[in-house]
Nanobody, 129 residues
Framework: VQLQASGGGLVQAGGSLRLSCTVS????????IGWFRQAPGKEREGVSC????????YYADSVKGRFTISRDNAENTVYLQMNSLKPEDTAVYYC???????????????????????WGKGTLVTVSS
């Protein structure tokens, strides 16, 4: 089982990046996928999540209107389009997979427990001012 996040890099404030989370070793169809980030000296934050069907999405208030999550199950990939980036978006971004109900997935994110089944290694996003 593997989740691989990619697409991070250095961008100026106001710019855009698209992160990809490619999974292998399991069927993406049955998993919600979440994006999380952790900045130096700060706690991990749940940024966005998409249900296994793709019909339900969640965004943290800090990224609403700027980030868009999507998934392509045929390609075993989930994307996070990040626009209007701000210096405070600088962090290592991780993707993670979770089975179970959407309600429980949201609950684990909002409670900051982040009880996901599988985690990938992160990709660094740096936004310069």
């Amino acid at each position: 089982v593997q989740l691989q996040a990619s697409g991070g890099g250095l961008v100026q404030a106001g710019g855009s990046l698209r992160l990809s989370c490619t999974v292998s070793g399991f069927t993406l169809d049955y998993y919600a996928i979440g994006w999380f980030r952790q900045a130096p000296g700060k706690e991990r934050e749940g940024v966005s999540c998409i249900s296994s069907s793709g019909y339900n999405t969640y965004y943290a208030d800090s990224v609403k209107g700027r980030f868009t999550i999507s998934r392509d199950n045929a390609e075993n990939t989930v994307y996070l389009q990040m626009n209007s980036l701000k210096p405070e978006d600088t962090a290592v971004y991780y993707c993670a997979a979770r089975t179970g109900s959407w309600a429980n997935t949201i609950a684990t994110i909002l409670s900051r427990v982040y009880a996901m089944n599988y985690w990938g290694k992160g990709t660094l996003v740096t936004v310069s001012s």
